[in-house]
């Protein structure tokens, strides 16, 4: 089957650094999204990586290695407005989006 | 802002009502999803439409009933819903349905408690 995998929750400080970890398996890969879901919001586009390494996008960054199933998403300098749910989610070989739970992320003053 | 709108924004129905969601995109994409959201769980495709056409059922009840008139609106039909309905159903468009870099713009769904 396939799966998503990422933490329920991650608690961090005001001004610090955080890292949202994800793991996948899928049957093929056509490339990993991050969203950012505010309460009661819409899913909002962060990232996308297709390819292997670092994509630098201001204060968020997305990781990815496809030989690892794995994806990270980098938050620096946190700011309040970052509490939120972010969302993993893999294009698979049928372009169909197959989606993580969300991690929900709370900044502490 | 996406582009995106939903309306309602939050519907309480009981069991025997018969409600319609509705959902228009101002983006001029060809594509557009229905999505459930439960507490915890991943988003859960339902209905996925390409210029008007279904294209995807995800072995969704026939209490829940999509129609698409035209390629800006999706409407999504409830009636005699259950208790475990109770979610936040999400509309979201793409430009196409399949192919790389397919970001979706999603609205800010309709919350739904069936009594």
């Known amino acids: 089957g396939q799966n998503i995998d990422q933490p329920t929750e991650m608690t961090a400080t005001e001004g610090a650094i955080v890292q949202i970890n994800c793991t996948y398996q899928?049957?093929?890969?056509?490339?990993l999204f991050w969203y950012q879901q505010h309460a009661g919001e819409a899913p909002t586009f962060l990232s996308y990586?297709?390819l292997d390494g670092l994509e630098e996008k201001g204060r968020f960054s997305s990781f990815l290695s496809r030989s690892k199933g794995y994806s990270y998403l980098l938050l620096k300098e946190l700011q309040m407005k970052d509490s939120a749910s972010y969302l993993c989610?893999?294009?698979?070989?049928?372009?169909?989006?197959?989606w993580g739970a969300g991690t929900k992320l709370i900044i502490k003053p | 802002e996406t582009g995106v709108t939903q309306t309602p924004r939050h519907l309480v129905m009981g069991m025997t009502n018969k409600k319609s969601l509705k959902c228009e995109q101002h983006?001029?994409?060809?594509?557009m999803y229905w999505y459930k959201q439960s507490a915890k769980k991943p988003l859960e495709l339902m209905f996925v439409?390409?210029?008007?056409?279904?294209?995807e059922n995800n072995s969704v009840p026939s209490r829940f009933s999509p129609e698409c008139p035209n390629s800006s609106h999706l409407f999504l039909h409830l009636h005699t819903l259950q208790p475990e309905d109770s979610a936040l159903y999400l509309c979201?468009?793409?430009?196409?349905?399949?192919?790389?870099?397919?970001?979706?713009?999603f609205g800010p769904g309709t919350r739904l408690t069936v009594l």
């Open positions: 979201a468009s793409s430009q196409e349905v399949s192919g790389s870099y397919n970001e979706q713009f």
């Open positions: 983006l001029g994409h060809n594509a």
């Open positions: 439409y390409s210029l008007e056409e279904r294209v």
């Open positions: 899928t049957s093929g890969f056509n490339g």
């Open positions: 990586n297709v």
């Open positions: 989610a893999v294009l698979d070989s049928n372009y169909q989006l197959i």
